[in-house]
């Protein structure tokens, strides 16, 4: 039985501290790939239909517009279009917000 404290956010059950996971990763709006600075792909943006205008993501709770939470299997690879968590491309940092 999954024993993960969970708490309430935007009316669904998440766990414990992932609020903080998805407010984090609003803060890395961009890759760094060969040395430049690559836009990340928001919920909604992506090129399949996640549903984003029906619900949140499945996998990390981030709603329409926001940024993926970092290894989340649905976020969309902005250089080869596969998922960031499986695809070849070797980003070299994430770039955040200062």
């Known amino acids: ?3 993960t404290e969970r708490v309430i956010f935007r009316g669904q059950q998440v766990a ?17 790939f060969e040395g430049k600075a690559i836009a990340r792909i928001r919920y909604g943006d992506e090129h399949d239909d996640w549903g984003a205008d029906r619900q949140e993501c499945h996998d990390c709770a981030v709603i329409k517009g926001e940024l993926h939470v970092p290894s989340c299997d649905v976020e ?15 980003f070299d940092e994430y770039v955040k917000e200062t």
């Open 76 to 90: 969309e690879c902005p250089v080869c279009g596969g998922q960031v968590l499986s695809c070849d491309c070797d």
């Open 1 to 3: 039985m999954d024993k």
């Open 16 to 32: 414990k501290g992932w609020p903080e996971k998805i407010m984090a990763a609003q803060q890395i709006p961009s890759y760094s």
